[in-house]
């Protein structure tokens, strides 16, 4: 299957232009106030085409351009010298002229897919899945085997130690089949195994066979063995969050370096907004990475998604960056290359409406896992307190920020109810208060929209002190400082 791929790399200026040039009848300007307004195409006289200068006056003036090999090399320097003498214009800067004259395209952001590529990989994921067939009328079996899925991921976090880790992030669902057989896949229906591929040194595992029969190899259990090849990274997994759609792997950083000595981790952006690049790099339908892009359409919308046999709702970024099959797990970026999201979702029929998991959950849910495991916890999970408030939301409205340069919606998130003997109890919160902000160990944020609770509850950490400012009686009021102990927080699903 051929498939489509958009690049869009954008090309630079020239340093010289390809033609041959002569000025003509480019009198000096009486006025030294008039300036040149236009340069555009007027016509042709066989050999050279005709340029006509438009000056705020008024007046016009013309130049000739040779094209092809009978014309000379001219280089923009030279053009900026000629303008500067033909309308008496010296004040004018190179950078002036070049700005005001010709259309540079800016190449910033293909640079920064460029970098992007040393963060990404394409992964493959080993299941046992179990299928029943009739082998007569009225007997059934079953036969099980290793079946390979593939997704993509990004390079989370790398620690460049002798010893040290590198975190790699990707979907949950990438590496979480709800069809395996648990019995025959290591006891849970997380991929028994999984490999990752580097941006360049790509390669797709193999059924492994004995190099004398040709047969297919199998493992201790019967089941296909798979051959990865040199480029194959072995990758473990940390923990993950199915309700998040976030997963963390990890393998050794001189593994990964040993195969790209420039592989890096992804810059993380604080934040992104409508309008705004999103490139999707990704392993579309098992073909290699490749690079798509489009925009960001709705900053938080909300899919239903079944994981694992329970259908939940998502918070994602729609973006109408096309997405296929394989590109789950991949990093979604802006212009400036900041990773802003993981992609996960998308509708088969509509390639302009496609989903990916807000950085803000994926940083809170990574780091949270990270730091989890870390500290000794296995059991591969994200923990978050549970402030006991029940809110909903109010005078919610776009507000646009022209010092910023973008926009968003805010609204007023206010307290329905307080549990009893909850931790926003004992800080003294009380129902009809409206959050403005909660305060983390000092560092205030803002609280705009009723998910920024949540997706500050995942930062939380053991030994934390948390406070509120909320508006209560149309004044703002501080809460009771209230420090957390390891009693409050719980895995999330």
């Known amino acids: 299957m051929k498939i489509r791929v958009k690049l869009f790399l954008a090309a630079c200026l020239a340093a010289t232009v390809s033609c041959g040039i002569c000025l003509s009848g480019c009198g000096e300007a009486a006025d030294s106030n008039v300036y040149m307004v236009s340069m555009e195409y007027t016509g042709s006289d066989g050999l050279q085409d005709i340029y006509t200068i438009t000056y705020s006056d008024g007046t016009t003036s013309s130049f000739k351009v040779t094209n092809g090999e009978d014309g000379k090399d001219l280089t923009v320097t030279e053009i900026y010298e000629e303008y500067k003498q033909a309308v008496g214009d010296e004040d004018i800067t190179f950078e002036e002229f070049l700005s005001e004259y010709f259309t540079v395209s800016d190449n910033s952001q293909a640079q920064a897919i460029y970098r992007n590529l040393y963060s990404v990989m394409k992964i493959y994921t080993e299941f046992v899945v179990s299928e029943n067939y009739s082998m007569r009328p009225g007997m059934m079996g079953t036969v099980s085997d290793t079946t390979v899925y593939t997704g993509s991921a990004v390079i989370y976090d790398m620690d460049s130690s002798a010893d040290g880790y590198t975190y790699i992030v990707t979907n949950y669902h990438v590496v979480y089949l709800d069809e395996a057989n648990a019995t025959y896949n290591g006891g849970s229906k997380i991929a028994k195994k999984i490999y990752g591929y580097l941006y360049g040194s790509e390669g797709a595992p193999v059924a492994a066979t004995d190099e004398n029969t040709n047969t297919v190899l199998k493992d201790e259990d019967g089941y296909t063995l798979y051959d990865y090849g040199e480029y194959g990274i072995a990758l473990e997994y940390v923990g993950g969050s199915v309700s998040s759609d976030i997963a963390v792997l990890r393998v050794k950083t001189q593994d990964i370096l040993a195969i790209n000595p420039e592989a890096q981790a992804v810059t993380l952006a604080d934040d992104y907004h409508v309008g705004e690049s999103a490139v999707a790099i990704g392993n579309p339908e098992s073909q290699g990475i490749s690079v798509t892009q489009g925009i960001v359409s709705v ?93 909903s939301t109010q005078n919610s409205k776009y507000v646009y920020d022209a010092e910023k340069g973008y926009g968003e919606v805010c609204e007023g998130v206010v307290v329905n109810s307080v549990e009893e003997g909850s931790v926003s109890e004992a800080m003294g919160v009380q129902s009809g208060d409206i959050i403005k902000k909660i305060v983390i160990s000092g560092t205030e944020y803002e609280i705009n929209r009723s998910f920024d609770i949540s997706d500050l509850k995942l930062t939380m950490r053991e030994g934390d002190t948390i406070e509120f400012v909320v508006e209560r009686g149309g004044q703002l009021v501080n809460s009771q400082t209230y420090t957390l102990t390891a009693a409050q927080f719980a895995a999330i699903d």
Request: with cysteine.
């Open 299 to 391: 900053e938080s919308d909300y899919i239903s998604l079944d994981i694992d046999g329970t259908t939940r709702s998502y918070r994602s970024i729609r973006i109408d960056t096309p997405l296929y099959s394989g590109n789950s797990g991949g990093g979604l970026f802006n212009a400036e290359g900041e990773l802003i999201g993981i992609t996960n979702a998308g509708y088969t029929e509509n390639e302009n409406m496609n989903y990916a998991v807000p950085i803000q959950i994926v940083r809170g849910v990574a780091d949270n896992i990270i730091h989890y495991y870390e500290s000794g916890d296995n059991g591969g999970c994200a923990y978050q307190i549970t402030l006991g408030i029940t809110v």
